[in-house]
């Protein structure tokens, strides 16, 4: 590729101008990434413990369902008259410009949305624990979201960092030593040149004078 190149300090500059440019964006690109990286082993760590926690929690949850089953027979009725969850709200945070989402479910005094008369405190547990489980899943929905993207990110900026660091700057390195090298022997054989039209004057001079 560098032999394509018209050897004029023009284009040693054009090159050299846009090598520096690569290995500056390289090294942005390789904070980026180490950035994204630290990032992502914060959320990865949260992600398995709100897994573990979330897998006991679910085990209580379904143990209260059971036993409020066993107790009351199949309690469909009282869970089809349970809300539909629409509080959760979505906003994002930009780390090195990665869109994270960050989900937020408020908080609100719990309140029982069934009677008393035919339900007893199996219900309640099981209410109050998959309440508390529906909380941690948006939690860990947030988390596990934000785990996919940092990936996502810090493959795209690694796979570009790669470029610049494997094919970019040492094509551009190429360029400008073959150009560095074509000037100096152009300067190596002018000098030559000029010697040897100095060293004719002379022989000349020291004739006519003769």
Do not use: W
Request: include cysteine; charged fraction near 30%; glycine fraction near 4%.
């Amino acid at each position: 590729m560098a032999e394509q190149v018209f050897p004029t300090k023009g284009n040693l500059l054009n090159a050299q101008k846009s090598l520096a440019l690569a290995r500056l964006g390289y090294e942005l690109l390789d904070k980026k990434r180490n950035i994204l990286i630290r990032e992502l082993m914060g959320m990865v760590d949260k992600a398995k413990e709100l897994r573990g926690t979330i897998d006991s929690t679910y085990a209580e949850a379904y143990q209260a369902l059971q036993r409020a089953n066993i107790t009351h027979g199949l309690v469909e009725n009282i869970a089809d008259g349970m809300p539909v969850e629409e509080g959760i709200t979505v906003s994002y945070r930009s780390v090195m410009g990665c869109e994270l989402p960050k989900l937020a479910m408020p908080e609100k005094k719990l309140k029982l949305d069934y009677g008393f008369k035919h339900t007893d405190i199996n219900i309640d547990k099981a209410y109050i624990s998959f309440e508390k489980v529906k909380r941690m899943t948006v939690k860990l929905a947030e988390v596990e979201n934000n785990v996919y993207r940092l990936t996502n990110a810090i493959r795209k900026t690694q796979t570009r960092a790669n470029a610049l660091k494997n094919i970019v700057i040492p094509r551009y390195e190429g360029i400008v030593k073959f150009i560095s090298d074509s000037l100096e022997e152009k300067e190596r054989e002018e000098f030559s040149r000029m010697k040897v039209i100095k060293a004719q004057k002379t022989n000349k001079k020291y004739r006519i004078k003769r």
